[in-house]
């Protein structure tokens, strides 16, 4: 890892070669969509990324397999949580951010910077008068909810917008949700996230069995997977309410949950209530190179997420979505945010309203009973996410 201290030199040619500094608060080895979209696009054009972040714990071994430069500042580790903490960490970002980008841009003289979220924007507004660059902006749903609550930085972050050559959206509804708030006349790009095959490095044989074995899952039952971190607007509480409908359909039906979060105790005291505790099974955390095998072990994916007014949280677009469709499983979704650009109904899911239980037990009893239906949408979800890619660098529109 380059700490922006004493480095050995790039040659000439190769630090002339690198003219896009991508920073972003938060990137790998931390885990989430953010990190992973912002990952995929270095690996884009490896040659030309400088990268700039904060520090996280294991970075230095990560940082050294990569090829491309990467360069952070330090995040201290005593800051205090809540409120507090997170204002100070974003003190810490945006000023590090700003200062560090101009040391580097006196190294490697480079001609854009690409901000990798709607966080921390301030120091992307600085940067864009002080140097000679262009700059664009990735926003990807939080990140754009947050600066509109306040007018003071509304106001600063539609400033900073309009300073862009570029706004790149990872969804259409993000790109739609921002147009109608903000008044910004900059160019706008469309960019979906995309499945980084080689984040998968289980062995697959037999992973379906091991996964149910594991959980004392018959071969024989339906399997509802879910992934992704356990809050409210995700919605694994409308798939939990559903299994005793299944269950009294005579269906062979259980729910596995990959993530950890705030609600898990509320979803494990809901599944006992329900009668269903033997029936969802909690795997916790899952790291990104076993998670392979937690898809093949599913029948299908389910996440009914919706958009929680009281955390202004929505789902900007949903990588799982994709990813359970390049391990050919079909997918019950919520017709909300950015979902629909990741899931189409009939084609390779089925989406309902997050707020109709009888739409949500119609689509799941669909894909609990048809095993046609799933392999047919299953088969267009791994075709699906196969073909779709990046777009070509922004920077040569």
Request: proline share 5%; aromatic share 12%.
């Amino acid at each position: 890892m380059n700490k922006l201290l004493p480095i050995t030199p790039e040659k000439p040619r190769e630090q002339a070669s690198r003219d896009i500094l991508v920073i972003s608060r938060t990137f790998f080895p931390k885990e989430g969509g953010i990190e992973e979209y912002v990952y995929n696009r270095c690996l884009q054009e490896p040659s030309r990324i400088i990268l700039l972040t904060a520090s996280y714990p294991g970075d230095a071994a990560f940082d050294k397999n990569q090829s491309f430069p990467i360069h952070r500042w330090k995040l201290p580790s005593f800051l205090p949580s809540g409120k507090l903490g997170s204002i100070l960490k974003q003190i810490i970002n945006i000023t590090c951010s700003f200062f560090l980008a101009i040391k580097l841009y006196f190294r490697y003289r480079y001609r854009f910077i690409e901000w990798a979220h709607g966080y921390d924007f301030p120091s992307l507004l600085l940067l864009s008068y002080l140097l000679p660059i262009q700059c664009f902006i990735y926003l990807h749903g939080n990140d754009v909810l947050c600066p509109l609550k306040n007018f003071w930085w509304r106001s600063l972050f539609q400033w900073t917008l309009q300073r862009c050559t570029g706004i790149v959206c990872n969804s259409n509804f993000t790109k739609d949700y921002l147009r109608h708030r903000c008044q910004c006349t900059s160019q706008f790009y469309v960019i979906n996230p995309t499945v980084r095959l080689n984040k998968f490095t289980d062995n697959f044989a037999d992973a379906r069995n091991t996964v149910r074995q594991k959980y004392g899952i018959p071969p024989s039952a339906i399997v509802i997977l879910s992934v992704g971190r356990l809050v409210k607007r995700k919605g694994f509480d409308r798939i939990i309410e559903n299994l005793p409908l299944l269950l009294a359909d005579g269906l062979d039906v259980h729910y596995l949950i990959c993530g950890r979060g705030a609600i898990a105790e509320e979803l494990k005291s809901l599944s006992q209530r329900l009668g269903v505790a033997q029936r969802v099974h909690f795997a916790g955390y899952v790291p990104d190179n076993h998670l392979a095998s937690y898809y093949m072990a599913s029948d299908l994916f389910g996440l009914l997420t919706y958009f929680d007014t009281k955390a202004d949280s929505i789902e900007g677009f949903g990588i799982v979505y994709l990813e359970a469709g390049y391990f050919g499983k079909p997918v019950i979704a919520s017709r909300v945010g950015g979902v629909t650009d990741a899931v189409i109904n009939g084609v390779n899911g089925i989406l309902v309203s997050p707020d109709s239980v009888d739409e949500i037990t119609q689509g799941l009893r669909q894909l609990c009973t048809d095993a046609d239906l799933r392999d047919r949408l299953g088969s267009a979800g791994k075709e699906i996410a196969t073909r779709k890619t990046p777009f070509p660098t922004v920077a040569e529109y």
